[in-house]
């Protein structure tokens, strides 16, 4: 008696059904429009790829061209490959179109189907991502292919690691472009590292379809594309940083004990630039402040903390000649945990043990993130609708099953349990010896490399000839595979999930052509083909008429994906064959889930050693056993994406601005407004809202003006003019400021003024971007410890991680701000120095930026009131500051020059 669900299914189908019976409307259209294209001549058919694509260009959808081009491309490929669509191939490939997964059965011509749908999208001229698992996949099916999209006037190119970046950038201009999922996601890393447009080599994401889909979107998409660096060894400098510190003295620097940090003094900076340039690690004649010694300045800092700050066995023990961290709050060692920005390094110099090489989090991003950029995504695989749900919530990408062209013949038999895994074995090899005996090509599926290679050693000991496929038989994999299907073949392999080749019965007949080529150049190729053909189709028969492929699996996967992909090897194309699962209780899915009660079953029929059960209601309950572990798989990735998906949305804002900063002519408007911006939370810090006058830290906001705007505005006296507010303050600053920065931007010209913003402010948002990326990794990592207070971790996360964001944009415009406010053009008498020092060395003149600062005034000169045009106000500049005096020379070239 049917079931109320399996009756209204057999009246009115399934949801599948339905959209498949839909579609074929739209297959019957190209069908329709055949005879018109048959008869175009071969320049005919790209002429037609030409008006088509002036016609999406001019705004036609692309689903009222797509009858036109399928037919077009269905008749580019016949001519190109002798290969005619069948009728299903379009049918999966108007799904892909529609932002679907194509659920193709095994030899149904997955890679053909892509081309119709990628040639449809790549009209609008914005360029198809064809995405496969691995390199070889990539550059076989470009080439073959590419022959189609080259009949019909497309061009393809290649994305492979170790490709030159022009190469790259060359690819990606293409019409279609075929590359890893890996090669993929790193090129969008490095395109958003990269100083200029013109030097990205990926376009837009416009569409994308992703071969193997399951295996991509899915099995790896647990783990995410990191770009580290730099990994430079480095450890001569720590050491020869170390042997400094020792001789700085105590009038040297400010040390800040509640926030760990240290400053220099002006003597200490004078003494430091003297240390350095003995050891080589500055240049006669640099200073300090210039822009190429912003490095060694951060290392010296980072040696002086070590020394001053870290403390041996309070903050750090040495164990086994490594530095081990201690927990402030528990007292235990935190083993693998290292501090960053050299800062660890330092230490390992300090203590004279081995230093390890740094390595920073540049850049990364997940799968999933990564291929929900693209406008529009397809997949084709031979099994997803077991991972429907996970599609659907994470991709937004429907499934949907293409019936395959001829029905299927292959027989797939119930599941053979066994008591122990060794009465399996023995029951397998009998049945493989059966199957060979009768010249049945045999497939034998394992989980691992050891479980293979334990066949091959039952197998050889039964004297039965086979092939072993694993990962330690990578690079013939290909051979492999093109002999599993032959008369009397046996094959062992690990795992079968995108392998991307068929096994086709009797061989792989193109393999073979090629081999018999490539060892007789001299002879015919058409008549090796011929020969070839025929041989094959005598072997075939003898195939067909010993069964077929059987496919016989050693235990089942966690994953019944994993599964059917094995299974779907056999009776491809209406081809015969048999497939079979043959479990113990040993093995780990049945161990983990309910094999207690199916002992107490086995052991009421009284089985007998040797003997299996074989009933419909185990793979019931083994299918219910695949769901409960998928389901937990799936929760763990969709809690591991909504973490990633904080960080994605921070990279999206970032990586936004970057490239509207690389596209912008003028930034004037943007460090403007990054200015008004620092003056806005001077203000609100120096002259709180609501405070009286005489509240006011006048003082403290002439310091910071200097320190961060630069200029040396006489705030002291705004503060206490009468009936004067803190807005006409803010407006008299941002009006300072702005007039210093037009000044600078007149020294230096316009055209140099902008390349310095824009040249500043990608630095200074990617090393924000990259000390927040390490900042919430930190977080991520200690972040699951809120639990345990009853709070939920990924909230904690959110809120924390939100407000980081907003002290990194703080800190970005701090620093893009100060850091504009100290460049400034070289002096005549600099500039001549340098001319001299470089035609010297033989080097070519360079126009030079130099950063410096205005000397912020000491307290004592505060309080004496700071008068430009009075030495004795000046307190104690340093030698290489700018001289207070406002005449633009070093203190010590002016009003500091000894006598």
């Keep these: 008696m049917f079931g109320f669900g399996t009756l209204t299914k057999k009246v009115f189908g399934t ?46 959808s692309l689903d009222d061209l797509l009858p036109e081009a399928f037919a077009n491309c269905r008749e580019a490929a016949r001519r190109a490959l002798g290969l005619r669509a069948y009728d299903t191939q379009l049918l999966g490939a108007i799904f892909l179109h529609q932002g679907n997964i194509a659920e193709q059965k095994t030899g149904e011509g997955k890679t053909l189907t892509a081309t119709f749908a990628c040639y449809l999208n790549a009209l609008t001229g914005k360029g198809v991502h064809v995405v496969t698992v691995n390199d070889y996949l990539v550059q076989r099916d470009a080439e073959w292919m590419g022959k189609v999209f080259g009949a019909l006037g497309l061009t393809t190119g290649v994305a492979v690691a170790g490709m030159t970046e022009d190469a790259k950038r060359e690819a990606y201009a293409c019409d279609v472009t075929y590359a890893t999922n890996n090669e993929l996601g790193f090129d969008y890393l490095r395109d958003n590292m990269k100083p200029s447009i013109a030097e990205m080599v990926q376009r837009e994401h416009n569409f994308a379809v992703v071969d193997e889909v399951d295996s991509i979107l899915i099995d790896e998409a647990r783990t995410p594309l990191i770009i580290s660096g730099p990994l430079q060894d480095r450890s001569e400098m720590y050491v020869t940083i170390d042997a400094i510190i020792p001789l700085i003295e105590e009038n040297h620097f400010e040390l800040d004990e509640k926030q760990r940090s240290v400053t220099f003094t002006d003597d200490g900076n004078e003494f430091l630039e003297e240390q350095l340039r003995i050891r080589g690690l500055i240049e006669e004649g640099a200073s300090l402040y210039d822009p190429e010694s912003t490095s ?31 927990d402030e709050f528990t007292g235990r060692m935190m083993a693998g945990r290292r501090l960053s920005d050299g800062l660890h390094q330092s230490i390992e110099a300090k203590e004279g043990v081995k230093i390890q090489p740094e390595n920073q989090t540049l850049a ?40 395959t062209n001829k029905p299927i013949a292959r027989v797939d038999e119930d599941d053979q349990v066994y008591r122990s895994a060794i009465e399996k074995y023995k029951a397998m090899i009998k049945e493989i010896a059966v199957a060979n005996e009768k010249g049945q090509p045999v497939l034998v599926g394992t989980v691992s490399i050891d479980k293979s290679e334990m066949f091959a050693t039952m197998l050889e000991a039964e004297g039965i000839k086979h092939n072993v496929l694993n990962a330690r038989q990578h690079e013939q994999e290909a051979q492999i595979i093109a002999d599993a299907g032959k008369f009397g073949a046996v094959t062992i392999a690990t795992n079968m999930a995108g392998r991307g080749t068929d096994i086709q019965l009797g061989g792989n007949v193109e393999l073979k052509v090629l081999e018999a080529i490539t060892a007789d150049p001299e002879a015919d190729p058409e008549a090796i083909r011929t020969k070839i053909e025929a041989e094959h189709e005598d072997e075939k028969k003898k195939v067909l008429a010993a069964g077929g492929l059987f496919v016989l699996a050693s235990e089942r996967h966690e994953s019944r994906r994993i599964d059917n992909q094995l299974r779907g090897r056999s009776g491809r194309q209406g081809d015969p064959g048999r497939t079979s699962f043959y479990l113990s209780l040993e093995d780990d899915l049945m161990r983990i889930f309910g094999s207690g009660r199916l002992e107490k079953v086995l052991t009421t029929l009284g089985l007998e050693e040797g003997e299996a059960i074989v009933h419909p209601w185990v793979n019931k309950s083994l299918e219910r056993a695949q769901a409960k572990v998928e389901g937990r798989n799936f929760d763990i990735r969709k809690q591991l994406l909504k973490f990633d998906d904080v960080m994605n949305d921070q990279r999206k804002v970032v990586f936004g601005q970057r490239r509207e900063i690389m596209e912008a002519e003028d930034l004037q408007e943007i460090t403007s407004d990054m200015r008004d911006q620092v003056v806005d939370d001077l203000i609100d810090q120096f002259l709180p809202q609501g405070s009286y006058a005489d509240q006011w830290d006048g003082q403290g906001l002439y310091a910071a003006g200097i320190e961060q705007l630069g200029i040396d505005a006489p705030v002291i006296a705004w ?46 948002i990617d090393g924000k971007w990259r000390e927040h990326l390490l900042t919430l990794e930190h977080l991520r990592s200690v972040v699951g410890f809120r639990s345990y207070a009853q709070r939920d971790p990924l909230n904690e996360y959110k809120n924390e991680a939100f407000q980081l964001f907003e002290a990194m944009l703080d800190s970005l415009r701090t620093e893009v701000t100060q850091k504009l406010s100290m460049i400034r053009p070289m002096t005549e008498e600099e500039r001549e120095q340098m001319l001299v020092e470089m035609a010297a060395q033989q080097q ?56």
């Design 15 to 60: 949801p599948n059904d339905r959209k498949v019976k839909a579609t074929r409307v739209l297959v019957e259209k190209v069908n329709a429009l055949e005879p018109e294209f048959t008869v175009l001549s071969d320049d005919g058919l790209k002429d037609k790829t030409e008006e088509m694509a002036k016609r999406a260009m001019d705004g036609e």
């Design 296 to 326: 060694i300045v951060h290392h010296v800092n980072q040696g002086l903390r070590a020394h001053k700050l870290f403390l041996k066995d309070k903050d750090y023990i040495v164990r086994n000649d490594e530095i081990v961290l201690i």
């Design 364 to 403: 990364s991003v997940t799968f999933q993130n990564y291929f929900r950029l693209y406008d529009k995504l397809g997949g084709m695989t031979g099994t997803a609708a077991t991972e429907a749900e996970e599609f659907g919530e994470i991709y937004g990408l429907g499934v949907v099953e293409v019936p």
């Design 719 to 764: 503060c206490e003019e009468e009936g004067v507010d803190d807005e006409q303050i803010r407006d008299r600053l941002i009006e300072a400021s702005d007039a210093m920065m037009a000044e600078k931007a007149e020294a230096f010209g316009p055209e140099n003024m902008r390349a310095i913003e824009k040249q500043l402010l990608l630095q200074a």
């Design 844 to 899: 070519p003149a360079a126009e030079v930026v130099q950063e410096n600062t205005l000397p912020a005034p000491t307290a004592e000169a505060l309080a004496n009131g700071f008068d430009e045009n009075d030495p004795s106000t000046w307190g104690n500049p340093g030698r290489n500051d700018l001289c207070p005096c406002g005449s633009g020379q070093k203190f010590k070239h002016c009003h500091g020059r000894l006598a």
